[in-house]
C-alpha cells in the first residue's frame, strides 16, 4: 500500500539542481483533508492544503523563482483562496503560474497570484459560481443562498484585480459556467500569454539585407527628389523668372510715369514720394508665382530631408 501511495502525486515541491528555480505542482483536487485512513480511520495530511503550502513556501528563499504548475478541477473554495493568498503574499523575485492540464474552478482562482499566468497549448480554464453542500431546514437553506452571494461578490474581486472585462460581464460569465480556451483566457485578462505560440525570430542575415535594401531605396528616393528640385528651381529658371519680372516692372514704371506726367500738366503740381513703400509692395504682388510656389516647395522639402537625416 505505501509503494501505491508514492507512485500516486497530487502535489510536488522540488528545486531545480543548480538553479533558484523552485517547482510546485498541484495535480489533484485542492482539499483540506487528505485521504482517509482505514487502518487508524484518521484523514492523512493532504499534499494540497493550505496548511501543506505554508510549509512548502516558508522553505523558499526570497530571492527564488517559484514556477507553480497547476491541473487541476478545482475544489475546496476556503483551501484555495488560502493558498491564493500565501502566494500574493510570499517575498520572492517571480511567480509564474504554468496551466499543464485544467485550471478549473478554485484553481483558476490559485493562478491569479503569479506575476505571470501561461497557459498550455491545449489546456483550458473554467469559472463557475461557488457550489455548497447544505442540510437543514427552509431558513438555514434561505440562508446558505445569501450566504454564497457574499462569498461570490468577494471572490469576484480576485478575477476583478488582473482581468480587463467588466464585473457584468465576469457575472454572466460565472452563471454561465464558462469554459475557456487558453487564446480566450489571455484575451480576457484570465492569463497572460500561451506557452509555444512565440513566432520564430526571422534569419539575420535575412533581416540585414531587407534593411539595406530599404536604405538603398531611400537613399535613390532622395537623391531624384533633390534633382528635381534643383532643376525646377535652377539658376537658369530663376533668371528668367527675374527678367520677366524686370520687364513687366519696367513696362509698369512706364505706365506710371505716364500717368504722373499727365497729372502733373494738368495740375501743375507734382505729388510728393511718401517713402517707396507702395512700389516695395507692387514689387513682391508682381513676383511671378511660379517662382514663390518653387520657393515654397524647396524650403519645404528641404526641412523634410534634414528631418528624416
Same mark, same amino acid.
Given at each position: 500500500?505505501?509503494?501505491?501511495?508514492?507512485?500516486?502525486?497530487?502535489?510536488?515541491?522540488?528545486?531545480?539542481?543548480?538553479?533558484?528555480?523552485?517547482?510546485?505542482?498541484?495535480?489533484?483536487?485542492?482539499?483540506?483533508?487528505?485521504?482517509?485512513?482505514?487502518?487508524?480511520?484518521?484523514?492523512?495530511?493532504?499534499?494540497?492544503?493550505?496548511?501543506?503550502?505554508?510549509?512548502?513556501?516558508?522553505?523558499?528563499?526570497?530571492?527564488?523563482?517559484?514556477?507553480?504548475?497547476?491541473?487541476?478541477?478545482?475544489?475546496?473554495?476556503?483551501?484555495?483562496?488560502?493558498?491564493?493568498?500565501?502566494?500574493?503574499?510570499?517575498?520572492?523575485?517571480?511567480?509564474? *503560474?504554468?496551466?499543464? $492540464? #485544467? +485550471?478549473?474552478?478554485? !484553481?483558476?482562482?490559485?493562478?491569479? =497570484?503569479? @506575476?505571470?499566468?501561461?497557459?498550455?497549448?491545449?489546456?483550458?480554464?473554467?469559472?463557475?459560481?461557488?457550489?455548497?453542500?447544505?442540510?437543514?431546514?427552509?431558513?438555514?437553506?434561505?440562508?446558505?443562498?445569501?450566504?454564497?452571494?457574499?462569498?461570490?461578490?468577494?471572490?469576484?474581486?480576485?478575477?476583478?484585480?488582473?482581468?480587463?472585462?467588466?464585473?457584468?460581464?465576469?457575472?454572466?460569465?460565472?452563471?454561465?459556467?464558462?469554459?475557456?480556451?487558453?487564446?480566450? *483566457?489571455?484575451?480576457? $485578462? #484570465? +492569463?497572460?500569454?500561451? !506557452?509555444?505560440?512565440?513566432?520564430? =525570430?526571422? @534569419?539575420?542575415?535575412?533581416?540585414?539585407?531587407?534593411?539595406?535594401?530599404?536604405?538603398?531605396?531611400?537613399?535613390?528616393?532622395?537623391?531624384?527628389?533633390?534633382?528635381?528640385?534643383?532643376?525646377?528651381?535652377?539658376?537658369?529658371?530663376?533668371?528668367?523668372?527675374?527678367?520677366?519680372?524686370?520687364?513687366?516692372?519696367?513696362?509698369?514704371?512706364?505706365?506710371?510715369?505716364?500717368?504722373?506726367?499727365?497729372?502733373?500738366?494738368?495740375?501743375?503740381?507734382?505729388?510728393?514720394?511718401?517713402?517707396?513703400?507702395?512700389?516695395?509692395?507692387?514689387?513682391?504682388?508682381?513676383?511671378?508665382?511660379?517662382?514663390?510656389?518653387?520657393?515654397?516647395?524647396?524650403?519645404?522639402?528641404?526641412?523634410?530631408?534634414?528631418?528624416?537625416?
Amino acid at each position: 500500500m505505501k509503494g501505491i501511495k508514492e507512485q500516486r502525486t497530487h502535489y510536488c515541491f522540488r528545486q531545480e539542481a543548480g538553479s533558484d528555480v523552485h517547482k510546485l505542482y498541484i495535480y489533484d483536487d485542492v482539499s483540506e483533508h487528505g485521504e482517509l485512513d482505514w487502518w487508524t480511520w484518521e484523514y492523512t495530511e493532504s499534499e494540497t492544503s493550505a496548511e501543506f503550502f505554508r510549509k512548502a513556501l516558508a522553505e523558499i528563499p526570497d530571492s527564488a523563482v517559484i514556477e507553480l504548475h497547476i491541473n487541476s478541477y478545482g475544489g475546496d473554495v476556503k483551501e484555495g483562496v488560502a493558498i491564493y493568498n500565501q502566494m500574493k503574499q510570499k517575498k520572492c523575485k517571480e511567480i509564474v *503560474a504554468y496551466v499543464d $492540464g #485544467f +485550471a478549473y474552478s478554485i !484553481a483558476s482562482v490559485i493562478m491569479q =497570484a503569479a @506575476d505571470r499566468r501561461v497557459m498550455g497549448l491545449g489546456t483550458s480554464l473554467l469559472i463557475h459560481n461557488m457550489w455548497a453542500y447544505v442540510a437543514g431546514n427552509a431558513d438555514e437553506l434561505r440562508k446558505a443562498a445569501d450566504d454564497l452571494d457574499v462569498l461570490m461578490e468577494s471572490n469576484r474581486q480576485i478575477y476583478m484585480e488582473r482581468v480587463n472585462i467588466t464585473e457584468e460581464e465576469l457575472i454572466r460569465m460565472l452563471d454561465n459556467e464558462t469554459y475557456l480556451t487558453p487564446e480566450q *483566457a489571455v484575451e480576457m $485578462g #484570465f +492569463a497572460d500569454e500561451v !506557452a509555444g505560440n512565440v513566432t520564430a =525570430a526571422p @534569419d539575420l542575415t535575412q533581416q540585414l539585407q531587407q534593411q539595406l535594401a530599404q536604405m538603398r531605396r531611400e537613399m535613390a528616393a532622395r537623391k531624384a527628389f533633390r534633382e528635381e528640385m534643383k532643376e525646377f528651381c535652377g539658376p537658369g529658371r530663376q533668371k528668367g523668372d527675374e527678367k520677366d519680372s524686370t520687364d513687366s516692372e519696367e513696362a509698369d514704371s512706364g505706365a506710371d510715369a505716364g500717368e504722373e506726367d499727365g497729372d502733373a500738366d494738368s495740375t501743375g503740381e507734382e505729388h510728393e514720394d511718401t517713402g517707396g513703400t507702395d512700389e516695395d509692395d507692387s514689387k513682391k504682388q508682381k513676383l511671378p508665382k511660379q517662382h514663390r510656389l518653387a520657393e515654397l516647395i524647396g524650403q519645404a522639402a528641404a526641412k523634410y530631408l534634414k528631418e528624416r537625416e
